[in-house]
T-cell receptor, first 116, second 113 residues
Framework: EAGVAQSPRYKIIEKRQSVAFWCNPI?????LYWYQQILGQGPKLLIQ????????DSQLPKDRFSAERLKGVDSTLKIQPAKLEDSAVYLC??????????????FGEGSRLTVL | GDSVTQMEGPVTLSEEAFLTINCTYT??????LFWYVQYPGEGLQLLLK?????DKGSNKGFEATYRKETTSFHLEKGSVQVSDSAVYFC????????????FGKGTTLSVSS
């Protein structure tokens, strides 16, 4: 079974530039998550999708971050404009739908962003 | 809101030593508890889980017991190996509410031979 795929693995940009990250979840997983992991900290949820609807985006800085999952499968997370404090690893995860899953999330390898 | 607190690292041990990493939680509802591990250069992966009070999760020699009375889920291993060197994250979620995982800050374990 293929795992969660993310790209790019690494990205370096100047502050005020934009960047986009892509995620393809495990086939059949209805729920998709984006987490931000700053060095030395635990992952923090940015947004949770159930199919193509948003379940929780309360911690997403909406003035600069946006995310979409138009067809209920893959997803894109965008940052525009980037700030120095956005330097982090962006993790995508997926799980079975809320009514079925046991709480276990399957994570991709992450996209490491460095903002200079 | 719900939260997880785990012991600060790094934890440095010799091979075959006993390991304990403390984790306590605050939650409303009926959370499930998890330990995830992140090996160097790899993604987060589930190590073990427990879905109700008094359950014991176990995997690869690691164990953790869901203690509702002390709101704890401490990770233990009787004899660590160099290959156990990684970052360990305690986490919780409420599957019935469909909530996402909430993570602790992580504890770095370094095992030397």
């Amino acid at each position: 079974e293929a795992g969660v795929a993310q790209s790019p693995r690494y990205k370096i940009i100047e502050k005020r530039q934009s960047v986009a990250f892509w995620c393809n979840p495990i086939s059949g997983h209805a729920t998709l998550y984006w987490y931000q992991q700053i060095l030395g900290q635990g992952p923090k949820l940015l947004i949770q999708f159930q199919n193509n609807g948003v379940v929780d985006d309360s911690q997403l800085p909406k003035d600069r971050f946006s995310a979409e999952r138009l067809k209920g499968v893959d997803s894109t997370l965008k940052i525009q404009p980037a700030k120095l404090e956005d330097s982090a690893v962006y993790l995508c995860a997926s799980s079975l739908s809320a009514g079925e899953h046991t709480g276990e999330l399957f994570f991709g390898e992450g996209s490491r962003l460095t903002v200079l | 809101g719900d939260s997880v607190t785990q012991m600060e690292g790094p934890v440095t041990l010799s091979e075959e030593a006993f390991l304990t990493i403390n984790c306590t939680y605050t939650a409303t509802g009926y959370p499930s508890l998890f330990w995830y591990v992140q090996y160097p250069g790899e993604g987060l992966q589930l190590l073990l889980k427990a879905t109700k009070a008094d359950d014991k999760g176990s995997n690869k020699g690691f164990e953790a017991t869901y203690r509702k009375e002390t709101t704890s889920f401490h990770l233990e291993k009787g004899s660590v190996q160099v290959s156990d060197s990684a970052v360990y994250f305690c986490a919780l979620s409420d599957p019935r509410a469909g909530t996402a995982l909430i993570f602790g800050k992580g504890t770095t374990l370094s095992v030397s031979s």
